[in-house]
C-alpha cells in the first residue's frame, strides 16, 4: 500500500511556531475523525449527496461495458482524442500520462501494440484546435466527448468543429468514431447522442467531475489504451477498505486531512505545495489542484457563516522546481505545506556510464539517475526542514494501475475528511457553475438574457491602461 511520513510537521522538529504536536492533536481529534469517517460512509449512498464516487471501485457493469467496447476497437484507430475539461480529462489525462510510456505518440503502432495515440484536449485555444486537426487523420480517430453536465461550452464548441469536420471527410460512418461519456438523462450532448447513434457512456449520478476518474470517464480511455482495469478497481477497493478505519492512527487519508486542516487553522499554512519526484506523475499535481480547489475552497459553511474556507493549491515537480520554485519554498513566507510524493521503485534504472573517474564527474559516474533523483528528494526535504517548512511525504512502492487506484482514491477520501473538517459542502461548485453561466450569457444563450444585460455593463466599463 502506500506510505505516510510526516515526521517534518512535528514542532520537535520544525519548531512550536510552524510545527504541531502530533500525539496531542490526533488524541484531540480522535473523536471527530471517528465520526466524520462513520457519516462519509453511513450516507454515501443518498440521493444528492455527491458520494457516489466511493461505490466506483464495485461497477462491475460498467467495467464489463467498457471492456466489451475496447476490444471491439482495438487495431481500429490510430488516434484517440479526449474532449474533456476540469473533472473530465484531469483524472484521464493524469493516470493515462504515469502509466504510458513517456513518448507515447511518437512510437509507432507496432510499438503502441496497436493501442491509439491519445491527445486530451482541454481547452479551446483555436491554433492547438486546428494544430491538432492539422496532424490527425479523422478517418483513423476516435473522438471521446466527456462532459458530464453535456453543455460545456467549450467542448461543446470543440466536439461542432470536429464533428464538422468529420463528417465531411468520412461520410456517415463518422457516427461510429464518436462516443459521449455524459449524464445519463440529461444534457445536449445526451440528446445528440440519441439523435446521432453515438455510442453512449454514463457518469452516473452524483458522482462530481472532479471524483469521477474511476467512471467511465476515466475507465474507458484507460479501458482502449490497453491499461489492466481490474488492477486498477482493485486497488481502489483496497484504498476504500483501508480508509473506512475510523481510528486514526490506522487511516493515511484521515491523517492527511487533519494534518493540513490543521496547518492551516493553527499554523496559517493556507498553501499546499504538491511535488511528486516522477516525471509520469507530472500530472498528479493537476489533478490534485483541481480536487483540492474546487472542493476545498467555498464562501460559506454549512451554517451558513461566511468563512471564505480553502488551501491554495501549488503545482510543483521534483526535480525540474528545485530549480525554479524550491528557493521560494525555502526562504519565502512560511505559508505552505510541502506534500512529497515518492516512486519507490522505478521500472527501468538509468545508469550512468563510469566514464569520468578523475574529473569533477566522478561522484556521478558509475551511478544511476534512479540514484540521483532519490538524493535530490531527500536534499530538498532536508533543506526545507532546515529552514522550519512543513513538509510530508507519500511513497507509492511503484507507478503501476493497483498503486494509482491506491493513490487516487486515498485523495479523493482524504478530500472529503477534510471538507468536512471545515464543515463546508465539498462537492458542489457553485463558483465554477457562476463562471459557466456568465458564459452561456455573454455567448447568447437562449434563457441568459438577463445576466447578459448586466455582464455587458461590467465587461464595458473596464478601465485600461494604455502603453
Ligand atoms: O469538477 C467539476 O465538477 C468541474 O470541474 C467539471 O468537471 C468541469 O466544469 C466540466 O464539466 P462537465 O463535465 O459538465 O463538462
Redesign the pocket.
Known amino acids: 500500500m502506500i506510505k505516510f511520513d510526516y515526521r517534518n510537521i512535528r514542532a520537535e522538529v520544525i519548531g512550536e511556531e510552524n510545527g504541531l504536536s502530533i500525539e496531542n492533536e490526533f488524541e484531540e481529534y480522535k473523536e471527530r475523525i471517528s465520526q466524520i469517517i462513520t457519516d462519509l460512509y453511513s450516507n454515501k449512498d443518498e440521493r444528492d449527496a455527491g458520494k457516489k464516487w466511493m461505490n466506483l471501485g464495485y461497477d462491475e457493469d460498467t467495467l464489463w461495458y467498457i471492456n466489451e467496447f475496447a476490444a471491439e476497437v482495438k487495431d481500429k484507430y490510430e488516434n484517440m482524442v479526449i474532449l474533456?475539461?476540469?473533472?473530465?480529462s484531469l483524472g484521464g489525462k493524469a493516470i493515462s500520462h504515469a502509466l504510458l510510456n513517456p513518448f507515447w505518440n511518437s512510437l509507432s503502432t507496432e510499438q503502441r501494440n496497436g493501442f491509439p495515440r491519445v491527445f486530451f484536449i482541454d481547452n479551446i485555444d483555436p491554433d492547438r484546435i486546428n494544430g491538432l486537426l492539422d496532424i490527425l487523420d479523422l478517418k483513423k480517430t476516435l473522438i471521446n466527448v466527456?462532459?458530464?453536465?453535456?453543455?460545456?461550452a467549450e467542448?461543446m464548441a470543440v466536439y461542432m468543429i470536429i464533428k464538422d469536420k468529420m463528417k465531411k471527410e468520412c461520410d456517415d460512418n463518422y457516427r461510429e468514431s464518436i462516443v459521449v461519456t455524459t449524464d445519463r438523462n440529461v444534457g445536449i450532448l445526451r440528446q445528440l447522442a440519441s439523435q446521432e447513434g453515438y455510442k453512449a457512456f454514463e457518469?452516473p449520478d452524483d458522482v462530481?467531475?472532479?471524483f469521477s476518474v474511476f467512471s467511465s470517464v476515466g475507465l474507458l480511455p484507460f479501458a482502449i489504451l490497453g491499461f489492466d482495469l481490474k488492477e486498477l478497481l482493485r486497488g481502489v477497493r483496497d484504498a476504500d477498505a483501508q480508509a473506512q478505519y475510523t481510528d486514526i492512527y490506522k487511516n493515511i487519508a484521515a491523517q492527511y486531512a487533519l494534518i493540513h486542516y490543521l496547518m492551516d487553522i493553527k499554523k496559517g499554512k493556507k498553501q499546499t505545495v504538491m511535488m511528486p519526484y516522477s516525471n509520469r506523475l507530472k500530472y498528479f499535481p493537476d489533478w490534485f489542484c483541481?480536487l483540492w480547489a474546487?472542493s476545498l475552497g467555498k464562501e460559506y459553511d454549512f451554517y451558513g457563516n461566511k468563512i471564505n474556507a480553502g488551501l491554495t493549491p501549488i503545482k510543483a515537480v521534483g526535480v525540474t522546481d528545485q530549480h525554479s520554485m524550491l528557493q521560494l519554498f525555502n526562504e519565502g513566507p512560511n505559508d505552505k505545506v510541502i506534500d512529497f510524493v515518492r516512486v519507490e521503485e522505478f521500472d527501468t534504472v538509468a545508469n550512468i556510464p563510469d566514464i569520468f573517474q578523475y574529473t569533477g564527474l566522478s561522484y556521478l559516474s558509475g551511478k544511476s539517475l534512479n540514484e540521483l533523483l532519490n538524493a535530490e528528494a531527500d536534499s530538498t526535504m532536508a533543506s526545507l526542514t532546515d529552514y522550519q517548512k512543513p513538509n510530508v511525504t507519500i511513497s507509492i512502492p511503484k507507478i503501476n494501475e493497483y498503486y494509482l487506484g491506491v493513490l487516487f482514491h486515498t485523495f479523493m477520501v482524504q478530500t472529503a475528511i477534510t471538507g468536512a473538517l471545515y464543515n463546508i459542502d465539498t462537492f458542489n461548485?457553485p463558483g465554477?457553475e457562476q463562471v459557466?453561466n456568465y458564459t452561456y450569457a455573454l455567448m447568447g444563450r437562449v434563457g441568459y438574457e438577463e445576466s447578459a444585460r448586466m455582464l455587458k455593463e461590467k465587461t464595458q466599463s473596464m478601465e485600461w491602461s494604455e502603453n
Open positions: 474533456g475539461i476540469g473533472g473530465s466527456v462532459t458530464k453536465s453535456g453543455d460545456t467542448i457518469v462530481g467531475g472532479r483541481q474546487e461548485q465554477v459557466k
